[in-house]
């Protein structure tokens, strides 16, 4: 079973996936016009963000895996804000933090001080 996370998007629109293809893939879903090849969809969003925002959004190179490119595009919008991590919840119990040593150096500095007879004189 794949852990999922959950993004918000720039406009508000919540998005849980468990791949950054997945991601993209819910973005590309939500908009009426967007294009059917995953690739095409990756260079509208590149030319969305020079043209509108003026920025230069990393999309991967074209000729490369569609997986690779998504990951870029995921850690680019990341970047830039248009993506931030709604909840992460790890898939493993966090392991349990133990204190002893602060406890014993509270202990040693709230203990009175012993004067040496040195000290005395």
């Known amino acids: 079973m794949a852990h999922s996370l959950s993004f918000v998007f720039?406009?508000?629109?919540?998005?849980?996936?468990?791949?950054p293809r997945g991601v993209i893939e819910a973005l590309r879903a939500a908009e009426p016009e967007a294009p059917a090849d995953l690739g095409r969809y990756l260079a509208m969003l590149a030319i969305r963000a020079d043209i509108v925002f003026d920025i230069a959004l990393d999309v991967?190179?074209?000729?490369?895996?569609i997986?690779?490119?998504?990951?870029?595009?995921?850690?680019?919008?990341?970047?830039?804000?248009?993506l931030r991590v709604k909840g992460v919840t790890p898939p493993w119990r966090p392991r349990e933090r133990r204190r002893p040593l602060a406890h014993a150096m509270m202990a040693r500095a709230s203990a009175p001080a012993e004067t040496t007879a040195f000290e005395l004189l």
């Open 10 to 19: 720039l406009d508000g629109r919540e998005i849980a996936a468990s791949t």
């Open 67 to 82: 997986d690779v490119r998504c990951r870029h595009t995921l850690s680019s919008m990341l970047a830039h804000g248009w």
């Open 60 to 65: 991967g190179a074209p000729g490369a895996d």
